[in-house]
T-cell receptor
Framework: AQKITQTQPGMFVQEKEAVTLDCTYD???????LFWYKQPSSGEMIFLIYQGSYDEQNATEGRYSLNFQKARKSANLVISASQLGDSAMYFC?????????????FGAGTRLFVKA | DSGVTQTPKHLITATGQRVTLRCSPRSGDLSVYWYQQSLDQGLQFLIQ???????AKGNILERFSAQQFPDLHSELNLSSLELGDSALYFC????????????FGPGTRLTVT
């Protein structure tokens, strides 16, 4: 079963505007972590933001914020004031406890294009 | 720069061969994770080690194996390589084995011909 769903294969946004990248997840665990990573064309994976399942406030890191709606099992990434350098692939991921360790499951990703 | 190093950056080899990918975690990180990123499978978790011990196993094939050494570096061994093993292999590290942030290395791009 799909654990992490990113329904937007590609998104366009105008420079300086905000954009929301969608992510829904599926888990029966009470304790889990949600992450967003950015992968530019150079290939490296860059950590952006983390939200724990027990965190009551939405996580924010600079221009990135995570819109966490636990009941709806969604963890959307909001990028404010988009920049050309934000053009990249974005992955939503969930970490679950798995027999003594943690397993991270990634979504298929959303490719973001920022237009000048 | 995440502080995680991976060697080699690129590897081209033939089907049936065996290769070893190496990862050095960030200083102080005890946990190492291996991931495979391919066009058809996306990003897949392979295996996690914590302080030398295997902690979690994901979609790792039996032809693949890994270990973490006392100095905490890790190696991923891929044997009897097939064309479908061509992928970008990432190593990531974190301080603990739990829900803390993982820092990814630059990856090793493996091409099997």
């Amino acid at each position: 079963a799909q654990k992490i769903t990113q329904t937007q294969p590609g998104m366009f946004v105008q420079e300086k505007e905000a954009v929301t990248l969608d992510c829904t997840y599926d888990t029966s665990d009470q304790s889990y972590g949600l992450f967003w990573y950015k992968q530019p064309s150079s290939g490296e994976m860059i950590f952006l933001i983390y939200q724990g399942s027990y965190d009551e406030q939405n996580a924010t890191e600079g221009r990135y914020s995570l819109n966490f709606q636990k009941a709806r099992k969604s963890a959307n990434l909001v990028i404010s004031a988009s920049q050309l350098g934000d053009s990249a692939m974005y992955f939503c991921a969930m970490r679950e406890l798995y027999t003594g360790g943690f397993k991270t499951i990634f979504g298929a990703g959303t490719r973001l294009f920022v237009k000048a | 720069d995440s502080g995680v190093t991976q060697t080699p950056k690129h590897l081209i080899t033939a089907t049936g061969q065996r290769v070893t990918l190496r990862c050095s975690p960030r200083s102080g990180d005890l946990s190492v994770y291996w991931y495979q990123q391919s066009l058809d499978q996306g990003l897949q978790f392979l295996i996690q080690y914590y302080n030398g011990e295997e902690r979690a196993k994901g979609n790792i094939l039996e032809r693949f194996s890994a270990q973490q050494f006392p100095d905490l570096h890790s190696e991923l061994n891929l044997s009897s390589l097939e064309l479908g093993d061509s992928a970008l292999y990432f190593c990531a590290s974190s301080v603990e084995a739990g829900e803390d942030e993982q820092y990814f290395g630059p990856g090793t791009r493996l091409t099997v011909t």
